[in-house]
């Protein structure tokens, strides 16, 4: 498989791409029965030849998380002398899943991206400062490399840092775009002093920039606030190594159908209505070392499948909302810890903070907040009324030291600050 | 250019070589007096049409460190949007100088490092940890990933992190090879314990493994009290884009002839002759965005042109015994800091430790070494009369918190340990 841009399969009508993709997933499922170890017994060549539309997918069976925890030597399906890099990414438990790479893979991890940098209006002209890690065995940070590079636009590796090390390198290479988490840029635009720069857009990661119905949210009005940048979500992940990008319009991350079928499935798994809530479930095709087959993220969004403003038919995924795994039910309100955050933003000197959700003596869901000491006794009254409007129901708050709170924010090693600590299944 | 395998280079006759090297090093002046602002008034068509043999570039005007960061815009060769990364590269004045890379550039970079990893014996069935950054800018983090995706190797993007994180990344991928600073090595060596690993071999950047006569070095003979690991030097740095890697002989790092032109020199800038000590000064071949002539690395080693008894007729470069900037002359003696580096090898508790450089009123060099204040009264006069029995000079001893020994180490926002205060030219 070459991986060579043709943005035309963006413009495609519907049932020109839906046919695509029937084709495409074929392709794939055949290339996974044929080579996958955990995949041989769960459906045949006959299932295979009876698709006709995406929505047979339907009846092949689904893979979790904790599949690929448990099993994970059985989703190997080269041989391991064809194995070029192994990413991990963090596991239900903590511990890290390792995800292997074939040299086709890293070809098609770099084609992804450059597909995904185009639909964000990044060009051959712009040189843009990374400011999240290559390292960790992060599969984004080479995912971002490879993809720039091959739009041809000039990468600055830079990786991690504080605010001065960034301005630093800003001040002397001169960078047109970032690529960084939304709460990062908060922070260091608000570090800019006077510096004199030429940055105009960022390409933001792992944190969502809008609310559902697409209007910018708390995060994204502070970054407002310290400096003006064309915005950009981007959504993937590890497993799904394919990203869900957002074009001038900003109405949700655009699929690209060469490389990923999504289905949005309900608690039951069965495929929601276009723009209503449910679980995002992958198949991304054309993988060879560790294909997966209908995997599901966890991650809640919609999907909208009306033709875009920007001229594209490919439908577009909507910011994640929540997590499954975190859903709760606190005083018979269902609620998701994305929620909290947002008003959270609302209060930028709550912070850094945590999230605690436990189960009682009865089986009930309760919420803390973690607060740090230097919140102020105002402060945490005005987000306790902030959050009792917005959820209907209130969480407690606690305080603890920055350090303890820091401490806890990368707890077991974690790669990621994890700032929701769910004791419920632990 | 296309960079393509091709090993039977390090077989050919001298004189064939030598014809080769005459060619490519022409094509290379060529092109920069074509392109480079910084080279276009130093030198002209007559003087490349003039070269006949590779000793004729002694003509050449040389290229300082201090050339490169005072003009280092008049370097660039290529159109800005032809720049596909900007790497750093620590200055003469802490100041970092950026080298800017095209996409050949890239591509010569993942070719060098093949060739280089081919010498030291990896191979496509290798499984590789990288325990040195790809963030910060730094150049070699990126050449070591895309050699050994190159050569077809597994490559574990793991990066700077404590022994505790690398060994938990051991345990899980089970790599058979590691890319690391020799000093991480012991480290990780000593905190082991008994965990079970198939690592047999390590790349080793950033300090030498071996003496001048090419016997191990103190830190190689600690590193082998903790662990048994084929341990290969490759010394490279951003400038020169190109290493000089050990074969199986372990006799000094073999010269790559198709990228680099390696000249020793004295002080006088003549070239020394083989086996004597001089500064390594090179001319990388096939350079587009930032080509250089003569550049003056500030290394002193040895170069060997006997044919090595692995069968390659390429010269070799001995390891690094100092820089020349770092010359001491102590009590009449001259003495560099590497060789007091080595002493302090011998005494693994006197660590972390720096060695501080002063002038005094007479104009006379002095030379104090700062330990920690965790190293007892007896070892530091067991290091005094080591250091005095080698150097047949005393230094100072002076004693510090390990904590402002540690931020002295990363002083001016440093990316790598400057374990060398020299405030002579301060």
């Known amino acids: 498989m070459r991986f060579t841009l043709d943005k035309n399969i963006d413009y495609l009508p519907a049932d020109e791409l839906e046919n695509l993709q029937v084709d495409l997933l074929k392709k794939h499922l055949r ?6 170890p955990f995949y041989k017994d769960k459906f045949s060549e006959k299932d295979i030849a009876s698709i006709s539309k995406l929505s047979d997918l339907s009846k092949f069976t689904k893979t979790s998380k904790k599949d690929l ?9 080269i041989s391991k002398r064809d194995v070029v890099e192994y990413v991990t990414t963090s596991g239900t438990t903590g511990k890290p899943v390792s995800i292997a790479l074939s040299k086709n893979d890293l070809d098609r991890l770099a084609y992804n991206e450059a597909r995904s940098l185009e639909i964000a209006d990044f060009t ?12 960790k065995c992060f599969m984004a940070g080479m995912a971002y490399y490879l993809g720039l590079t091959k739009i041809g636009a000039a990468v600055i590796r830079a990786g991690q840092g504080t605010p001065e090390f960034h301005w630093e390198m800003i001040k002397q290479i001169n960078p047109t775009a970032l690529i960084a988490v939304p709460s990062f840029l908060q922070k260091l635009g608000a570090n800019s002093s006077s510096i004199q720069h030429q940055i105009t857009k960022a390409l933001c990661i792992g944190e969502p920039l809008r609310n559902a119905d ?27 190594a394919t990203a869900f990008t957002e074009c001038q319009e900003k109405q ?20 929601v209505a276009d723009g209503e809530l449910g679980e995002v479930t992958v198949t991304p095709l054309g993988i060879e070392a560790m294909p997966l087959v209908r995997f599901q993220t966890g991650d809640l969004a ?6 875009c403003a920007c001229g594209r038919i490919t439908p577009r995924l909507g910011p994640i909302e929540g997590r499954l795994a975190q859903m709760i039910k606190l005083k018979g309100t269902t609620i998701y810890p994305t929620q909290i955050e947002e008003v959270l933003h609302l209060h930028p000197t709550a912070s850094p903070y945590l999230i605690e959700i436990d189960q009682d003596e009865n089986g009930l869901d309760s919420v803390s907040i973690i607060l740090p000491e230097t919140c102020t006794e105002a402060e945490s009254n005005s987000l306790l009324i902030d959050l009792q409007a917005k959820l209907r129901v209130k969480p407690n708050l606690k305080i603890s030291s920055i350090s303890a709170i820091q401490k806890l924010l990368f707890r077991g090693n974690s790669r990621k600050p994890k700032k929701i600590i769910d004791n419920r299944n632990a």
């Not at 925890?69 to 399906?77: G, I, K, R, Y």
């Not at 051959?124 to 290559?134: F, K, S």
């Not at 708390?218 to 992940?237: F, G, M, P, V």
């Not at 919609?302 to 033709?307: A, C």
């Open 252 to 271: 949700g991350g655009h699929l690209l159908p060469e490389l990923i079928i999504l289905e949005i499935l309900d608690v039951n798994g069965n495929e």
């Open 31 to 36: 290339y996974t029965l044929a080579n996958s």
């Open 214 to 240: 697409f209007s910018d949210n708390q995060l994204t009005k502070n970054i407002a606030e310290h400096w003006h940048l064309d915005l950009r979500s981007t959504y993937a992940s590890t497993e799904m």
């Open 124 to 135: 051959a002209d712009d040189t843009v400062q990374i400011t999240t890690t290559l390292d």
């Open 302 to 307: 919609r999907k909208h499948s009306k033709t």
């Open 69 to 77: 925890a448990d099993c994970n030597s059985d989703f190997l399906s």
